[in-house]
């Protein structure tokens, strides 16, 4: 097949369950927008910028190491155990330290009334990097749709017990009558409140670490000391580099609750988080890709096309971030209204955000050049550079303009890591990228937002007129500019 088309197609099957979730869970935002305050709601993003972080950290590179040992070793079924067992050593202890120590950490980040959260998310960041490992393996053995499948009743799992504690239970409390109240009474506790959003994923990734159990109970567990050994050599790196994205992505919503006065800190922090989820679309298919590009990018490492391929893919990369940064800008008009009132003053950081998750996307898709020469440390550098721009700015801006300088310390985090990264990897494992379409394709959709934003008149719907023409004037653009590439058929041999 097509290096493209299976690329596609793995993309899709690995990313259907992920932009279902992800859109369910983009539109539980207004559920959450318009039934909690922006603090309460900044709780709930703060909550989960940690959890990002510490998932990272539990998991330590071992998704990537599996497939990078499971293409060099001979038996990638101790690979798989060495691993899982390694991951479950440490996510135990981790449960058992937060546990024992709950108090203390609740008041340090902030939760000092509520404990319970740090044992909750103690249980579903362990579940979640244990899990993580059996997911791994169903991708190097390319089983897409059980892999969809399982991601698929996770989110099923999580959204339905979102609606059914927020918004069934809830009215049904609330109303004066209901033959659903005994039930309610029984199962429902209004003095929760967001912890509902919490328990819902608790129960979700029990239910999936038990969905996955086949993968790791029907296997002889066998722990390689010399080869768990050489697994961390590549791993931690690549722990370093994860724990440096993860500043990059989330300790801006830490620093707001932490710099900010008390009395705004946890409102713009849920202001933040809300806007930030209307530019959940880039993210969305950034992952959707990076679940599908990075065990093909190993996989076809050592086809003669490879660094071919991976230009082609690039280009495509760019296209499609290009139509979803102008889509939703040209849209902004009516998809502002899925978040409440309260939130919606942080929308002028939407096109910061969108831009800067574009650059990140640019940046995963380079970071081949270090994954598959085995310099991994060299990923560790870029994303702690990433870093040191992050907490810098992020530092200064904050006390200043709040979590509009979150915004754009990450536009420019984001954009220096893939300057830096391109011209590195031009040393070590180059990839002749097809610059000129890739800045034309991103530079017009840029200048027809700022077209749109010029031509804005007080009507609504005539922005979001004009605005989709400018739209469907890019598609068209690009589609006679890529048309002789797309059409091109794959040469087969005999």
């Known amino acids: ?13 690995y990313g259907l369950p992920t932009i279902v979730g ?3 869970n983009y539109f539980l935002t207004p559920l959450y927008t318009y039934n909690f305050t922006t603090s309460e709601f900044g709780v709930v993003t703060s909550a989960y910028a940690y959890v990002s972080f510490l998932l990272v950290f539990l998991t330590y590179g071992m998704e990537t190491t599996v497939f990078k040992f499971s293409q060099s070793e001979t038996n990638k079924q ?54 993580a490992i059996p997911f791994a393996k169903l991708r190097e053995q390319g089983k897409a749709k059980r892999f969809a499948l399982i991601k698929t009743i996770n989110i099923l799992i999580n959204i339905g017990l979102n609606l059914f504690f927020i918004m069934f239970c809830k009215s049904v409390y609330e109303a004066e009558e ?9 199962v429902y506790n209004p003095q929760i409140g967001i912890g509902y959003i919490f328990i819902s994923n608790l129960i979700a990734s029990a239910v999936t670490l038990l969905l996955l159990s086949p993968e790791m109970i029907k296997t002889e567990y066998v722990f390689d000391s010399l080869l768990w050994k050489k697994m961390m050599r590549y791993a931690l790196p690549l722990l370093i580099a994860g724990l440096a994205g993860m500043v990059n992505e989330t300790l801006d919503r830490v620093l707001l609750t932490h710099l900010l006065p008390e009395n705004e800190a946890l409102s713009q922090t849920g202001i933040y988080g809300a806007c930030y989820k209307v530019s959940i679309i880039m993210t969305i298919f950034i992952q959707t890709f990076r679940f599908a590009a990075e065990p093909f990018f190993f996989s076809h490492a050592k086809e003669q096309n490879a660094q071919k391929a991976y230009a082609d893919i690039m280009k495509y990369f760019v296209i499609i971030c290009s139509l979803i940064f102008l889509g939703t800008m040209v849209n902004i008009g009516w998809i502002q209204y899925f978040v409440g009132k309260d ?19 640019i940046f995963i898709n380079q970071s081949i050049w270090y994954k598959l020469t085995g310099q991994t440390h060299y990923g560790a550098i870029l994303t702690i550079f990433g870093s040191i721009i992050t907490i810098a700015l992020n530092i200064y801006w904050i006390p200043r303009i709040g979590y509009i300088g979150c915004a754009w310390a990450t536009l420019i985090c984001y954009a220096g890591m893939m300057v ?22 991103l ?18 719907t005539i922005n979001l007129f004009v605005g989709n023409i400018l739209l469907l004037g890019f598609v068209f653009f690009i589609w006679k500019m890529e048309k002789q590439n797309l059409m091109k058929q794959p040469i087969r041999k005999n």
């Open 343 to 361: 939130f919606r003053a942080g929308m002028n950081v939407v096109p910061v955000l969108l831009l800067a998750n574009l650059f990140l996307g």
């Open 178 to 186: 209901s033959s659903y109240k005994g039930f309610v009474d029984a």
């Open 420 to 441: 830096l990264s391109y011209f590195m990897g031009n040393k070590h494992y180059p990839v002749n990228y097809d610059l000129k379409r890739i800045f034309l394709y």
């Open 78 to 131: 101790k690979v798989f155990t060495t691993s899982l067992i390694s991951v479950f050593i440490t996510s135990a202890s981790f449960v058992l330290f937060a546990s024992v120590f709950s108090q203390s950490i609740a008041e340090s980040i902030k939760f000092t009334d509520h404990p319970e959260y740090v044992v909750w998310f103690a249980i579903i960041i362990a579940t979640d990097a244990l899990a």
């Open 443 to 460: 530079g017009l959709s840029l200048t027809l937002y700022a077209l749109g934003v010029f031509l804005k008149v007080d009507s609504t």
């Open 1 to 13: 097949m097509n290096p493209l088309k299976k690329l596609a197609s793995q993309t899709a099957i």
């Open 22 to 24: 992800r859109l369910l």
